[in-house]
């Protein structure tokens, strides 16, 4: 059972990933008023958390991320080196949707509008023109590690559709389509059967 | 090849695996002046990266430490509940050391002051309190999850070593030493053979 807000930010590559590898699991989603008094049930007070076997409780969406996508056959267990080249773009785009995170409780609409501006034109172009370089060293042809999908694909998929959505404020729904080989993977995740049903 | 700073924060944990786990490997320390000429040369322009076999640069401090833990036999590969539970707290640590890092270029020093009061009183020690109970849920004695040392108990080291050193102005030196899982692991890491060698 996957337990998070009904929103795609931090829980939601799990969520996929337990979905395209058809591993079936409970998708809960909490609201505003219920999570005050879960709050403190949680391993460390956050979501999400994943409960397997009915009583083990795993906090942290990275390690979330990781495990569903050993069981979906997504995530390279057996090969340490693949595995670390996964890892590195999983984790940069976390560095990339922090980046944005960060920006969202900015009370002052001022310097929000301006931390948006400074993402759009000269933080984000620099980080996604860097995942583009690094894709194009390991990818073996349309996924982002090797030749088979993978949770990177993923979380590439998870943050460019955030980003095309309009979601942000400041931030160009088509910032992230220059960049070629980012841009065909979140195509070919987007039409993967399991996500289209999703 | 391991590349960092000469500093024992993001790249120390992958150093401290690879020694205990004995895997020989070149440890450059890079200082502020080479730092510039080899930042556009690394996969996102940050340290810690890691070259392997003379040629594929690996960067992410976490997937790193992973790879690293993967050869020295400190990260359970082939178990992904268990790597999900050592995971959980690896990253709990990460959020931990972050919180720290975050206050670090605050050059208001009445700001830089309020940040390290907060991160003491009440900040850390939540987070602390949290870390020492998830320990207790899944450790099978001395080390965090289960019963051998896993890059988890390498985690909890280096940051209780760094407050431990008074290097961080406002932060108590003996911040951690109530939560006695937490310094349990600290001693246990810090009198393996392999550390006190390092």
Chains 1, 2 share one sequence.
Not at 20 to 33: A, L, Q, T
Request: proline share 5%; charged share 20%; aromatic share 10%.
């Amino acid at each position: 059972k996957l337990t998070y807000f009904n929103v795609s930010m931090r829980g939601e590559p799990a969520r996929l990933a337990l979905t395209i590898g058809g591993i079936p699991f409970e998708d809960e989603r909490i609201n505003g008023e219920s999570w005050p008094a879960l709050k403190s049930t949680t391993p460390f007070g956050q979501l999400p958390f994943l409960t397997v076997n009915g009583t083990t409780r795993v906090a942290q969406s990275g390690g979330i991320l990781r495990y569903a996508g050993a069981l979906a056959n997504l995530y390279p267990c057996t090969d340490p080196l693949k595995a670390a080249l996964v890892d590195q773009v999983v984790f940069h785009v976390d560095d990339i949707s922090n980046a944005v995170y960060c920006t969202i409780h900015e009370s002052d609409a001022a310097k929000k509008s301006l931390a948006r501006k400074t993402l759009a034109e000269s933080k984000w172009p620099q980080m996604f023109a860097s995942l583009e370089r690094v894709i194009t060293q390991h990818s073996g042809g349309k996924w982002a590690v090797g030749d088979s999908m993978t949770v990177a694909d993923i979380q590439i998929y998870v943050i460019v559709s955030l980003i095309s959505s309009g979601l942000w404020d400041g931030i160009p729904t088509d910032l992230t389509e220059k960049y070629s080989k980012v841009h065909a993977i979140y195509k070919a995740v987007q039409s993967h059967p399991k996500v289209v049903e999703w």
